[in-house]
C-alpha cells in the first residue's frame, strides 16, 4: 500500500494519455476526506525551475504550510515551458481542488518527463476528474506505477515508527544528482505534527538520502520531495518521526540507486581520514560521477589509480603518501602505491551487485558516503535521444 499505508489518506494512477505507449502517466495522493493537512517540501536547486516546483512552492506558502493532494504526472516535465507552463500546473490544481472540495492553494503538483515540450492539457484536462475518482485506500501501487519514466518498477517503501506510519513512493532512474536527484517522492505520515516539524525532518532525512544519492552528476529542474501528515495516530516524539522519515527516504534513494538507466554495480563510496566531512564529501561527489571510475566498477576492474587521480584533482587537502584504498574491506592500496592483496576475495566483490569502495586520505577526521552507480553502455543507449 506504500504510501497510502498511514491511516488518512487514498491514491489513484491512471493512464490519461501522455504517454504515447498507453502506459499509466497521471498519478494522486489525498488525504481520505480532502481536508488540508500539515504538509512540508524540499526542492531542486537547479536555477533552471520547473513550473510545477515554482506552483508547490508557492502554494506550500500560500496555504500555511498545509496541503490536501498532490497530483502528479509522468511523460511531461513541464519545464522551460514559459508562462504557459505555470498556467497549465496551476490549471491542474484548480481542477483537482474543484473534484475535492478544497482550496486551489492545497493541491500541490510534480511532473517529469522531457523538457521543453508543452504539457498536453487536452488529455490531462478531461483525465483529473477521472483520476480523482478511482482514488481509494487501494490506490498506492497504482499511483507508484504511475509517476515511472525511465524506472523499470514501482519503488514505494512503509516504516513503522513509535505508534504511527511513514509510507513513500518516488521515482528516479537518472538525472540523479544533489541537490536533490530526476526525482519525485511523495511520503506520507498519520502521525501529528506541525509543518515546521515536518520540514525539520523532510530536510534531515533528504540530506542522508536523496541528497547522498549520484547517480550521474545531472541535477534535475523537477526534484521534489514532499511529505503530508493526516495526524490520525496522534502526537509522535520529534525524533522518531525524523528516524522514520529518515530511514523511508533512505530505503527509496536505494531502490533508485539500483534501478538507475542501465546500472549494473550499486556502489557504496565512503571518503574516510579528510580534513573535514565538506572535503570528503567534495571527494566521494568526484569519485562517484566519474566517468573513468564508474567505467571500470562496469568491467569489474578494482582501478585504485582512477580513484586517487580524482581524489587529488578536485581540490580537497590530499598527500598522495597517505592515502590508501579499499575493495570489500581488501586494501589494494597503501601510501599512494599497490599493496600484496588477495585479488580473488576482491575479484568477488567487484563481480557482486553492490560495491563498496573506501578512501582513507589520512589527513584527518572527515568523512562521507554517497550512493552511486556504474556507467554502461545501456545509459547511454537510453539517453542519445528524446524520442
Avoid at 38 to 47: C, I, Y
Avoid at 122 to 151: H, K, N, W
Avoid at 346 to 361: I, N, T
Wanted: charged share 15%.
Amino acid at each position: 500500500m506504500s504510501v497510502t499505508a498511514p491511516q488518512g489518506f487514498v491514491a489513484a494512477g491512471i493512464a490519461a494519455g501522455i504517454k504515447a505507449s498507453g502506459a499509466p502517466d497521471m498519478s494522486l495522493v489525498a488525504t481520505a476526506d480532502g481536508r488540508a493537512v500539515p504538509a512540508a517540501g524540499v526542492f531542486t536547486r537547479n536555477l533552471m525551475t520547473a513550473a510545477p516546483v515554482r506552483v508547490s512552492r508557492d502554494h506550500l506558502q500560500a496555504g500555511g504550510g498545509e496541503a490536501a493532494a498532490v497530483v502528479l504526472n509522468s511523460g511531461n516535465a513541464n519545464a522551460a515551458t514559459g508562462e504557459a507552463g505555470m498556467r497549465d500546473a496551476l490549471e491542474m490544481c484548480a481542477a483537482v481542488a474543484a473534484e475535492l472540495g478544497a482550496d486551489r492553494h492545497q493541491v500541490l503538483v510534480c511532473s517529469t518527463g522531457l523538457i521543453g515540450i508543452p504539457l498536453p492539457m487536452e488529455v490531462i484536462r478531461p483525465a483529473i476528474p477521472r483520476l480523482v475518482a478511482a482514488r481509494s485506500p487501494e490506490g498506492g501501487e497504482a499511483a507508484a506505477t504511475a509517476i515511472m519514466t525511465t524506472d523499470t518498477h514501482a519503488k514505494q517503501v512503509v516504516v513503522h515508527g513509535e505508534g504511527f506510519t511513514v509510507g513513500g513512493m518516488a521515482k528516479g532512474a537518472a538525472m540523479l544528482s544533489p541537490n536533490m536527484a530526476t526525482m519525485l517522492a511523495v511520503l506520507t505520515t498519520d502521525a501529528e505534527a506541525t509543518p515546521d516539524q515536518l520540514k525539520a525532518a523532510l530536510t534531515k532525512g533528504v540530506a542522508g538520502s536523496f541528497n547522498a544519492l549520484d547517480v550521474d552528476g545531472c541535477t534535475s529542474t523537477n526534484d521534489t520531495v514532499l511529505l503530508l501528515a493526516s495526524g490520525a495516530a496522534g502526537p509522535a516524539p520529534q525524533h522518531a518521526l525524523e528516524a522514520a522519515v529518515a530511514e523511508a527516504c533512505a530505503d527509496l534513494a536505494g531502490q533508485m540507486a539500483g534501478d538507475a538507466e542501465g546500472a549494473t554495480k550499486v556502489v557504496r563510496v565512503k571518503v574516510v581520514g579528510a580534513h573535514s566531512d565538506d572535503e570528503a564529501l567534495a571527494g566521494a561527489r568526484a569519485v562517484a560521477r566519474s566517468q573513468l571510475v564508474k567505467c571500470s566498477w562496469y568491467g569489474c576492474d578494482p582501478y585504485w589509480g582512477r580513484i586517487a587521480s580524482d581524489l587529488g584533482s578536485c581540490g580537497i587537502l590530499f598527500d598522495p603518501e597517505l592515502v590508501c584504498v579499499s575493495y570489500g574491506g581488501v586494501t589494494v592500496c597503501r601510501g599512494g602505491v599497490t599493496v600484496p592483496h588477495d585479488d580473488a576475495a576482491v575479484a568477488a566483490h567487484m563481480a557482486g551487485r553492490h560495491l563498496e569502495v573506501v578512501a582513507d586520505l589520512g589527513l584527518g577526521a572527515g568523512r562521507a558516503e554517497i550512493l552511486t552507480n556504474d556507467l554502461t553502455h545501456a545509459y547511454v543507449d537510453e539517453n542519445m535521444g528524446t524520442s
